[in-house]
């Protein structure tokens, strides 16, 4: 487009030159007498870099440039800061050329128009886009921020259910170490039940074998009167059939009920002179019995050395005073329960623990007898006369003498 305008101007000084200037809106430049040829027009400048004509009060509108008569671009220039659009002269020789130009001109104005309203329409389009995706976006911060919110929430459940699982797991951990300790001690239990089924069962064994023992015994010993006196003794104090009384001792049952203390195979058992009824009436198995302790009748009274306690496994104690023979009560009670495995501790009044104390384990200190010869007639006992020794079996059965059930008429009688 320079070389054009450049084209242009060169081809109209030449034009001026050889025809003359027609009135016009561009005057004829003021020629010097003394110049003779007319100054060389400077190259064109690029509008980019041109500034708008300012104008002068010297210079009158419409004037020409100092490069000689106006180009199109210094027509298009004008037209942008809105000076008065020169017209363009109608002598010039190339009109053809300045219109084919124009066209030129204002179709690239066109295609700029169409450019710019094609980049406006984009700029709109795109300024639409980017307030609908900055809508979008704000949506989706919004739903983001209710998401976090949710969660949020969600996450407090969730600690708070953590929190009771921690609690009911530490429930747990406490009700299975409580249900650990308690398998522990079943287990402890059912070893102690283990041992002592066997000990039962060892003492049942021992039992039948005196039971056997004990039957034949009474076949062959025992009158058919004594078999009759046996089955009232067991019926009055509910006793299996193998159990006859073997010896009775004289006593006092809490110093109030006097009676008869009858040893049987495998029971102890007393029963009150007056006044005998069933719940005054008692029963103790041998092996029930832990320990036989000496004391006084009377605590503060001397001379009452005549007591014992029959201290059973329960923890029940049973006092009775007013024995004859007291060691021979304790000596025929210890030997008969040795005869199921059972031992029974004896103790005297000074080796009795004070209360609050720990007790001490002292040894029985009685012997049992070895045969009926060794035990002395005693006065608790009838006067009916002994079986021989050598009618039973001596170590399955203890070896006392019989006692008839029938009570002394008098103390005289007891002795």
């Not at 009150?272 to 009436?281: G, I």
């Not at 329960?314 to 060691?327: I, L, P, W």
């Not at 209360?355 to 040894?363: D, L």
């Not at 019989?402 to 005289?412: C, E, F, G, K, T």
Request: hydrophobic share 30%.
């Amino acid at each position: 487009m320079n070389f054009i305008s450049h084209l242009l101007a060169s081809k109209g000084d030449r034009g001026s030159a050889e025809r003359p200037v027609a009135a016009g809106p561009f005057p004829p430049a003021h020629k010097n007498s003394s110049t003779t040829a007319s100054p060389e027009p400077s190259p064109p400048v690029s509008p980019r870099f041109k500034s708008p004509p300012a104008a002068s009060s010297t210079t009158p509108a419409g004037a020409i440039s100092p490069r000689g008569r106006p180009t199109a671009e210094d027509h298009h220039l004008q037209q942008q800061h809105g000076a008065p659009t020169a017209a363009v002269p109608t002598n010039v020789g190339h009109d053809g050329e300045v219109e084919k130009l124009v066209k030129v001109l204002r179709t690239q104005l066109h295609a700029l128009k169409k450019e710019r309203a094609a980049q406006d329409a984009r700029y709109v389009a795109l300024a639409t886009k980017h307030q609908e995706d900055k809508e979008l976006h704000e949506a989706s911060l919004d739903q983001l921020r209710q998401h976090m919110a949710h969660m949020n929430d969600s996450l407090a459940l969730l600690r708070e259910d953590r929190e009771l699982l921690n609690r009911d797991v530490l429930v747990e951990r406490e009700a299975n170490k409580k249900l650990t300790e308690e398998n522990d001690q079943l287990k402890i239990h059912q070893g102690e039940l283990s041992r002592h089924h066997k000990e039962l069962e060892d003492q049942l064994a021992t039992m039948a074998a005196s039971e056997l023992t004990a039957r034949n015994f009474a076949a062959n010993t025992r009158s058919i009167e004594d078999a009759q006196t046996d089955a009232t003794f067991r019926q009055r104090f509910n006793l299996p059939a193998t159990e006859f009384p073997i010896i009775s001792y004289y006593c006092c049952h809490k110093h109030i009920y006097h009676g008869w203390l009858y040893i049987t195979p495998a029971y102890v058992c007393f029963e009150p002179a007056l006044l005998s009824k069933e719940s005054s009436r008692i029963t103790t198995p041998l092996t029930s019995i832990t320990t036989l302790a000496k004391v006084r009748g009377f605590k503060y009274i001397p001379g009452t050395d005549n007591a014992l306690i029959f201290k059973l496994k329960s923890g029940v104690e049973y006092f009775f005073n007013n024995f004859t023979h007291r060691d021979s009560v304790i000596a025929n009670v210890v030997h008969q329960a040795a005869k199921f495995g059972h031992r029974i501790q004896s103790q005297d009044e000074k080796q009795i623990p004070d209360e609050g104390k720990a007790p001490k384990r002292p040894s029985d200190g009685v012997e049992p007898p070895a045969s009926f010869g060794s035990l002395g007639q005693s006065k608790d006992t009838d006067s009916l006369p002994r079986p021989s020794s050598n009618s039973f079996d001596h170590s399955n059965v203890v070896p006392l003498p019989r006692v008839s059930h029938q009570r002394p008429r008098s103390l005289s009688d007891v002795g």
